[in-house]
């Protein structure tokens, strides 16, 4: 029988928390609050109520339910909102962390084991939460010939490049990070790094497992690029715009998929390798190569690599969805909001307050946000799903495929999106 | 004017910072609350399936698919030219699609080559 930790005190780790406990008490007031003090009186604050909110005034308003909802209102018209909670980071990672786990089950009902089962009272429900603990308290062992700086800084990097792929997303009307015309062409340029932060990772690992899986990434997804950029043209031809907010409006009578069912399959295909999933995993052949470029990340930069990945999956589905299933169009499933509510706001607490400025959201954005999260779901299931259904192909026929196949189908779409447009079917004096 | 078209792309640019200033503490977190105890040169050893490793980790790697990064290099840059013709389709004439269908016409027949050049392993 094995010990877990023979050498474990309890003195000592209760001694290690109250160090680190301190530390944080200590940084936290000499550096924390000055910097607080500093950030709310130097930055611009917005006016509310015809009263420009102080620091003091904003302090005062927090304990008031009534006035804390201008407040909140104006930090969700902020850039700040956007990237860190609703269509930005907060929501990625939530949708992100809920794929793990909807895969761990869904793998396991596959290949009819149990999955994730004690951890939780229903159904391993904490499992991830648990993960998380784990690998965030577990050492991190770089090895000795490693190049350092490199090494930690690429799994913080690929989360980085991740989220500013998210930022790109249109997720309901008017609710996306950046909103630039040529959208399109900033994801192919975030999805350009990816491959450089790979084999960045592999290469200063300095060990062989690491380096051969980076040199396949790198091909892999210098390979499939190409299908990817070509089959993404149907759509931006019939469109005649790369703004994504746009192309994700034009479809409010049929999505593209309808007419170009060719660019989405190609698509489809190179998502999968784009994302090294199962049948193009080879980066991460675990029979082959330990865990390919992965191999020397060790608890946190492994977690940290592997919510990237997941954030990548959610921001290829939405991409998808956004170029192909209609983004946010749907039929109005969400009830208006009663009238009373709109014009007096809610009656709260023992003492009768009249809370006015709800509902904090429109019924278009709700609606649309409820569409794109059911499609962007149902995308993401068809991902996950060839894990438990297709073995790994080798590279000879992985590039093979994705040279001649995907790119003669991405052209095969873009003569069809023409002969639509020529042909009088779409575009001016057609359908639309 | 060309701040302005900066200035759309600083929110991508707040989202990247956003994101390394959300998950490095992760990592600071981490190296605080992990034990780092009883170091031994073996531990530090690059993994390679319980043997000592043996030679360089960045070995030298038979580079047989070499030709698709070249190829690579060429016909992104070309497919993205295709994007400058795509989004502007609806205002151009129809004439304008001619030169294109030339234009389609040589990348197919440089990639043909291309992929004719990679497939024979002998000359790699």
């Known amino acids: ?432 | 004017m060309v701040g302005e078209l900066a200035g759309n792309y600083s929110t991508v640019v707040m989202m990247f910072g956003f994101a390394i200033v959300a998950m490095a503490p992760a990592l600071i977190i981490s190296r605080m609350i992990s034990p780092r105890k009883r170091s031994n040169p073996v531990k530090f050893l690059p993994m390679e399936c319980g043997q000592v490793p043996s030679g360089e980790g960045r070995t030298h790697f038979m580079m047989q698919y070499y030709p698709y990064i070249l190829m690579f290099v060429v016909f992104d840059v070309m497919a993205i030219f295709l994007y400058a013709w795509g989004s502007a389709l609806l205002e151009l004439p129809k004439t304008a699609t001619l030169p294109m269908m030339g234009f389609l016409a040589i990348m197919f027949g440089a990639m043909a080559f291309a992929l004719y050049q990679s497939g024979r392993r002998r000359i790699w």
Not at chain 1, 117 to 144: N, R, T, V
């Open chain 1, 1 to 432: 029988m094995s010990v877990i930790a023979p050498n474990f005190k309890l003195s000592e780790f209760i001694k290690s928390l109250i160090d680190n406990a301190f530390w944080f008490l200590l940084i936290g007031v000499l550096v924390g609050l000055p910097a607080v003090f500093i950030v709310l009186f130097v930055i611009e604050l917005p006016i509310i109520n015809g009263e420009l909110l102080t620091p003091f005034l904003a302090l005062t308003w927090m304990t008031d339910p009534t006035r804390i909802l201008p407040i909140v209102h104006a930090f969700m018209a902020t850039d700040l909102f956007r990237v860190m909670i609703f269509p930005g980071f907060g929501f990625a990672a939530l949708l992100a962390a809920g794929t793990i786990f909807a895969e761990r089950k869904m793998l396991a009902k596959l290949q009819l084991r149990v999955g994730p089962f004690y951890c939780g009272k229903f159904e391993g429900i904490l499992q991830l939460m648990g993960d998380g603990l784990k690998l965030i308290s577990k050492e991190i062992i770089i090895p000795a010939k490693a190049d350092k700086p490199i090494f930690w800084a690429a799994p913080v990097l690929f989360v980085a490049a991740a989220a500013s792929f998210v930022a790109f997303i249109p997720v309901a009307p008017g609710w996306v990070v950046a909103d630039v015309d040529v959208g399109l062409l900033g994801v192919f340029a975030v999805i350009g790094f990816f491959p450089i932060i790979t084999i960045l990772s592999a290469w200063s690992a300095n060990s062989k497992f690491p380096f051969i899986g980076g040199i396949r990434a790198l091909f892999q997804m210098v390979s499939f690029e190409i299908p990817l950029i070509l089959s993404l043209l149907g759509v931006v031809m019939l469109t005649g715009s790369l703004n994504l907010s746009f192309i994700a409006a034009s479809q409010s009578s049929f999505p593209w998929i309808v007419f170009l069912p060719i660019g989405a399959i190609v698509f489809y295909i190179t998502m999968l390798a784009e994302l090294e999933r199962i049948p193009f995993d080879l980066p991460e052949a675990e029979s082959e190569i330990v865990a390919g470029w992965l191999t020397e990340l060790s608890g946190m930069m492994y977690g940290l690599v592997q919510l990237g990945t997941y954030l990548k999956l959610y921001a290829f589905a939405a991409l998808f969805v956004v170029l192909f299933l209609g983004g946010w169009n749907g039929p109005m499933v969400v009830p208006p909001f009663p009238a009373e509510l709109l014009a007096n706001g809610i009656e709260l607490g023992p003492v009768t307050a009249n809370v006015s400025g709800l509902p904090l959201f429109t019924q278009e954005m709700l609606n649309g946000t409820l569409w794109f999260v059911l499609k962007t779901v149902a995308v993401i299931f068809f991902i996950l799903l060839p894990r438990g259904v297709f073995p790994r192909i080798r590279i000879d026929m992985l590039l093979n495929l994705g040279w001649t196949k995907l790119i003669g189908l991405a052209f095969v779409n873009i003569f069809i999106a023409l002969g639509l447009l020529y042909s009088g079917v779409l575009g001016p004096g057609g359908l639309q």
